[in-house]
C-alpha cells in the first residue's frame, strides 16, 4: 500500500474526474466542484512526491496548504458570480446562459 | 541594505489599491474625483516603474528577482494601466458607485502581474496568477445593467478556474521530477530529464495555464464571449496589460527547457499555427468590434508564440518587442472603440461608418492601429511581425514563417474592412460629429507617433529587449 504509484494513480483518477466533471455537468455548483476535485488532485500529487522524493519534506505541505487557502478564495469569488447569476437569469444551469455566441 | 526599495513598484501599487479601497469605503460616489485620482496615481506608477528599471536583487528567500527582464515588463505594465486608466474619461459602462472598486481591481490586477513576471519560484507563480484572474473575474460583471456581463463573467471564470487547475497539477509533476520549485535550479535539472513522460507532460499542462491568459488555441474560447460582454475598459485592460504578463511569464516557462525538447517544440508549433489560422478565419465573419479584437488577439497569440518557440535571445527579444508594439497598437484600437461608443455600449463594425467626418483623429488613429495590428510598414506591428519571423528564419522553420505570413494576409482582408467601414462607408443616418477632448486628441497623436516612430527606428527598444532577453537564457 505504501507506494508513490498508488498515490500518483489516486491524483490522476482525481484530476481525471475532475476535467469529466467541467466538462459534463451542467450546474454551475457541480463545475465548481469538479474544478476542486482536480486542486485536490494536485494537492495529493505534492504530498505524496513530498513524502517519497523529496529532499525537504516541508515543500509539498506548504504547497498544499497554500492551495487550500487559494481554493477557498476562489469559492468565494465563484459562489459570489453565481448568486449574481441566479439573480439574472433565475438559474444556475449552465445552458440557460447561451446569449454571447458568434 | 535597503532591500525593500527593490520591491518598491509593487508597495506603490498597494498603495494605489489602499486609496481607491478608501474611495470605495467612504461618502457618496464621485466620478470625477475617482478618475482624477486614478489618473494622477497611475501617472506616478509609471514613474516609480522607470526610476527602478536598473535594479537588480534578489526577495523573500530567493523567490522573487528583480532584474532587467521584470522591470522592463513592469514598466509596460505601468504604462498599461495608465493608459487605460485614460480611457475612463466617461465610464458609462459601469455604475458610478462601483467606480472605485473598478480602479481598485484594476490596481491589483496590475499588482499581481507586477509580482508575476518577477517571480522565480512555482507558488509564488501561482499566487500571483491567482491574484490577478481573481481580480479580472470580478471585473468582468461588474457592467452595467445587460445581462451578458453575468454570463461572460460566469464563462470567464470556469475556463479560468479549471485553466489554472490544470496547471497546478502541472506544476505538481514538475515538483516530483525535479525535487525542487526553484527557477534557478530547474533551469539547471529540467534539461537533463526533459526527455522523460512526466516532465514533458509537466511543462505542457503548466504552460496550459498561461496560455488560458493569452488566449492561444486551444484556450481560447472565453476570449471572444469575455470581450463583448465586458465594459469596454475592462476588455481594453484584458487584451493589452494582461496579454504583456502573460508573454513575460511563458517565457520564462519555455526557457526552462533550454531548447533541448524537440517534443515541446513541436506542442508550440501546433499551438501558434492553429491560434493564428482559427483567430483569423474567424474574425472575418465578426460583425462586433470587440469579437473581432478578440479573434485578432487569438490570432496575435500565435505570432508571439512563433518568437518565444525559437527558444533564441534573438527569438525571446523580438517576442518582447511584439509585445509592446501589441500593447500600444491595441490601446490604440480601444481608445477609438471606447471614444465611439461613449454611452458604454458594444461597438458594431458598421457603426463606424462616417467616422473620418465625425471624428478625422480618431479616424486616422484607428486606420494606424490597424494597420499595425495587419504588419503594414511603416508602423511598429511590422517591425514586430519582421523580428519574430527573422529568429525563426533564424531557426530554420520556414514553413512555419510561410504559414505565418499567408494568415497575415488572411488578416489584412478584415482589417481592411474596419478600415473601410471608417472611411468609405457613409452612416444610414447623419451622425453628429463626436465630441473628443484635447486631452484624448492628445493621447491619440502620442500613440499614433509612437506607433510611427518606433516602426522606423527600432533600435533603441530593440537593445533593451535583447538586454533583457539576456537574462533568461
Known amino acids: 500500500m505504501n507506494s508513490l504509484n498508488i498515490y500518483l494513480f489516486i491524483a490522476a483518477l482525481l484530476f481525471s474526474l475532475g476535467i469529466f466533471g467541467v ?67 433565475r438559474s444556475i444551469n449552465i445552458e440557460r446562459a447561451q446569449e454571447l455566441r458568434g | ?68 527582464f521584470s522591470q522592463v515588463f513592469k514598466v509596460m505594465l505601468g504604462m498599461g494601466l495608465f493608459l487605460v486608466v485614460c480611457l475612463c474619461t466617461e465610464l458609462n459602462g459601469i455604475e458610478e458607485r462601483h467606480h472605485p472598486e473598478f480602479y481598485l481591481f484594476l490596481t491589483t490586477c496590475t499588482l499581481a502581474m507586477m509580482m508575476l513576471v518577477s517571480s522565480v519560484e512555482l507558488l509564488t507563480i501561482y499566487v500571483a496568477l491567482e491574484l490577478s484572474s481573481y481580480s479580472l473575474y470580478i471585473l468582468v460583471p461588474l457592467r452595467r445593467g445587460h445581462g451578458i456581463d453575468v454570463e461572460a463573467g460566469v464563462k470567464y471564470l470556469m ?7 490544470v496547471m497546478l497539477f502541472g506544476l505538481s509533476y514538475i515538483f ?18 526533459i526527455t522523460t513522460p512526466a516532465a514533458i507532460v509537466g511543462l505542457v499542462l503548466t504552460l496550459s495555464g498561461f496560455f488560458f491568459k493569452l488566449a492561444v488555441f486551444p484556450f481560447h474560447f472565453w476570449a471572444p464571449d469575455v470581450y463583448q460582454g465586458a465594459a469596454n475598459q475592462v476588455t481594453a485592460y484584458i487584451a493589452t496589460a494582461s496579454k504583456v504578463a502573460a508573454v513575460a511569464i511563458i517565457m520564462r516557462m519555455v526557457a526552462l527547457s533550454g531548447g533541448g525538447s524537440t517534443y515541446l517544440v513541436h506542442v508550440l508549433v501546433t499551438l501558434s499555427i492553429a491560434s493564428m489560422t482559427l483567430g483569423n478565419l474567424v474574425a472575418i465573419v465578426q460583425k462586433d468590434m470587440k469579437r473581432l479584437l478578440a479573434y485578432s488577439s487569438i490570432s496575435h497569440a500565435g505570432y508571439v508564440l512563433i518568437g518565444i518557440l525559437s527558444m533564441s ?26 471614444k465611439v461608443a461613449y454611452d458604454g455600449s458594444d461597438l458594431k463594425i458598421a ?40 529568429a525563426a528564419m533564424e531557426k530554420g522553420y520556414v514553413t512555419l ?15 481592411i474592412l474596419v478600415v473601410k467601414a471608417a472611411y468609405l462607408l457613409e452612416p444610414d443616418e447623419e451622425m453628429d460629429r463626436l465630441a473628443v477632448s484635447m486631452p484624448t486628441k492628445l493621447l491619440a497623436g502620442a500613440l499614433v507617433t509612437v506607433m510611427v516612430v518606433f516602426g522606423i527606428f527600432p533600435h533603441h527598444l530593440l537593445e533593451v529587449a535583447r538586454a533583457a532577453a539576456r537574462i533568461l537564457m
Open chain 2, 176 to 193: 516530483g521530477v525535479t525535487h525542487t520549485t526553484y527557477i534557478v535550479e530547474l533551469i539547471r535539472v529540467l534539461p537533463g530529464v
Open chain 2, 351 to 390: 457603426q463606424l461608418a462616417g467616422l473620418h467626418r465625425r471624428s478625422p483623429m480618431l479616424a486616422m488613429a484607428l486606420m494606424l492601429a490597424v494597420f499595425g495590428l495587419a504588419g503594414i510598414p511603416p508602423t511598429i506591428g511590422f517591425t514586430g511581425k519582421f523580428l519574430v519571423f527573422a
Open chain 2, 401 to 415: 514563417v510561410i504559414i505565418a505570413m499567408i494568415n497575415a494576409t488572411i488578416s489584412l482582408y478584415y482589417y
Open chain 2, 313 to 338: 535571445q534573438t527569438g525571446y527579444a523580438s517576442a518582447i518587442f511584439y509585445a509592446l508594439a501589441y500593447l500600444v497598437m491595441n490601446l490604440c484600437c480601444f481608445l477609438v472603440v471606447v
Open chain 2, 159 to 165: 475556463v479560468g478556474a479549471s485553466a489554472s487547475a
Open chain 1, 23 to 89: 466538462f459534463q455537468r451542467r450546474s454551475l455548483i457541480g463545475m465548481l466542484i469538479a474544478i476542486e476535485l482536480m486542486l485536490n488532485a494536485a494537492s495529493v500529487n505534492f504530498m505524496a512526491f513530498n513524502r517519497f522524493l523529496a529532499p525537504d519534506p516541508i515543500v509539498g505541505q506548504i504547497y498544499t496548504l497554500f492551495i487550500m487557502g487559494i481554493a477557498a478564495a476562489e469559492a468565494a469569488i465563484a459562489l459570489s458570480i453565481i448568486v449574481a447569476v441566479f439573480r439574472r437569469l
Open chain 2, 1 to 68: 541594505m535597503m532591500k525593500w526599495i527593490l520591491f518598491l513598484p509593487e508597495l506603490y501599487c498597494l498603495l494605489m489599491a489602499a486609496v481607491f479601497f478608501g474611495l470605495a469605503m467612504i461618502g457618496r460616489p464621485n466620478p470625477r474625483r475617482d478618475y482624477f485620482a486614478a489618473l494622477f496615481l497611475t501617472g506616478v506608477s509609471i514613474v516609480v516603474c522607470l526610476a527602478c528599471v536598473r535594479l537588480e536583487g534578489t526577495l523573500f528567500f530567493e523567490a522573487y528577482r528583480v532584474d532587467l
